[in-house]
Antibody, heavy 112, light 108 residues
């Protein structure tokens, strides 16, 4: 059974860069798109983007200018960087395998 | 971008009753790549239905999905206490992947 474990800084100041990493276990890393999704407090889910094992990416146009995703197949890991964060980026960030498996979530708060 | 609208926003029912949740898309969802997720407070979402009507592994058969094109439905045939949660629909047939705003299923 696939498991996703994520980590990263939970408190950022405005203009800093959000950085999160997710490690995959229990399943092949190849052949899937690995996804980042966020959920502001009390609100719905927003797809940030996805990356596959070869590094091919698809980003949400609304965030594309600030998002960078990368993959390390040797460690079964993929990562998210979101630059120039503001309070509007405060959310729980989830990593996921496209649609069927989710990480535990990381609350990222942006505050001065 | 495909916009998904879920209705109702909140549904108040009692255990044992039947729940019907709707998800409508602004354009046809490619290959009926429509998923439903359940989310309980403080937890990550959990996949229930994919491909509009296929149940994910371990999901009880009281959960069923139907629909095609732009109109999709999640039905819970007989509500159990653990089913009261927020339900999200998601289309993954075209980029950007999008979610509905969620339906909160609460105990009446």
């Amino acid at each position: 059974q696939v498991q996703l474990q994520q980590w990263g800084a939970g408190l950022l100041k405005p203009s800093e860069t959000l950085s999160l990493t997710c490690v995959v276990s229990g399943a092949s890393f190849s052949g899937y798109y690995w996804t980042w999704i966020r959920q502001p407090p009390g609100k719905g889910l927003e797809w940030i983007g996805e990356i596959n094992h070869s590094g091919s990416t698809n980003y949400n146009p609304s965030l594309k200018s600030r998002v960078t995703m990368s993959v390390d197949t040797s460690k079964n890991q993929f990562s998210l960087k979101l630059s120039s964060v503001t309070a509007a980026d405060t959310a729980v960030y989830y990593c996921a395998r496209r649609i069927d498996s989710w990480g535990q979530g990381t609350l990222v708060t942006v505050s001065s | 971008e495909i916009v998904l609208t879920q209705s109702p926003g909140t549904l108040s029912l009692s255990p044992g009753e039947r729940a019907t949740l709707s998800c409508r898309a602004t354009q046809s969802v490619a290959d009926n790549y429509l998923a439903w997720h359940q989310q309980k407070p403080g937890q990550a979402p959990r996949l229930l239905i994919y491909g509009a009507s296929s149940r994910a592994t371990g999901i009880p058969d009281r959960f069923s999905g139907s629909g095609s094109g732009t109109d999709f439905t999640l039905t819970i045939s007989r509500l159990e206490p653990e089913d009261f949660a927020v339900y999200h629909c998601q289309q993954y047939g075209s980029s950007p992947i999008t979610f509905g705003q969620g339906t909160r299923l609460e105990i009446k």
